[in-house]
T-cell receptor
């Protein structure tokens, strides 16, 4: 059974520092992995999708890496800003599913000015 | 930019009542999903839907739940007889294809069962 874990549960950084968010999963038979941002009481905003055949995906200040064999993905956010404060979720789709995403509990990020 | 929309944003109901949550997926998407998030917990998958059929469902999605695409634009989740434990944020999502593309989520409907 796939388990998705995000550590730490929360982190606080000063503005300008780079953010490193971790996601681990127990079953390496994944189809893809998606990173989301969730603001309090709001929906999920898709940030990046990495296919299982990819090692890395970039969008602006965001870069996500995937090491499928070790069951890990890392989301890097360069030069953090107070507007980056949110909860970041990772979710995996396993190869035996029809699109079901399995989510981690998220990392709550606070960027202080 | 196309987006998934959901109505209502907040629904309050009495235990035992039926509720219908509505979603309008992105117009050219073919796959539709419902997820829920109980306060303070992980986002959980409920069901996926393609070509007017359920393609996958979770253990949570029991007989009290049903989904429908009544027309070319709407996608609904019905809870027949709500329980206190159904209180959660319900998210609709859509994707162009099942596995290869991103899932885009709506803003959610907060369901409160009293």
């Amino acid at each position: 059974k796939q388990e998705v874990t995000q550590i730490p549960a929360a982190l606080s950084v000063p503005e300008g520092e780079n953010l490193v968010l971790n996601c681990s999963f127990t079953d390496s038979a994944i189809y893809n992995l998606q990173w989301f941002r969730q603001d309090p009481g709001k929906g999920l905003t898709s940030l990046l999708l990495i296919q299982s055949s990819q090692r890395e995906q970039t969008s602006g200040r965001l870069n996500a890496s995937l090491d499928k064999s070790s069951g890990r993905s890392t989301l890097y956010i360069a030069a953090s800003q107070p507007g980056d404060s949110a909860t970041y979720l990772c979710a995996v789709r396993t190869t035996d599913s029809w699109g079901k995403l399995q989510f981690g509990a998220g990392t709550q990020v606070v960027v202080t000015p | 930019e196309p987006e998934v929309t959901q109505t209502p944003s907040h629904q309050v109901t009495q235990m035992g009542q039926e509720v219908i949550l509505r979603c309008v997926p992105i117009s050219n998407h073919l796959y539709f999903y419902w997820y829920r998030q109980i306060l303070g917990q992980k986002v959980e998958f409920l069901v996926s839907f393609y070509n007017n059929e359920i393609s996958e469902k979770s253990e949570i999605f029991d007989d009290q739940f049903s989904v429908e695409r009544p027309d070319g634009s709407n996608f609904t989740l019905k809870i027949r007889s709500t329980k206190l434990e159904d209180s959660a944020m319900y998210f609709c999502a859509s994707s162009g294809t099942s596995g290869g593309t991103e899932q885009f989520f709506g803003p959610g409907t907060r369901l409160t069962v009293l």
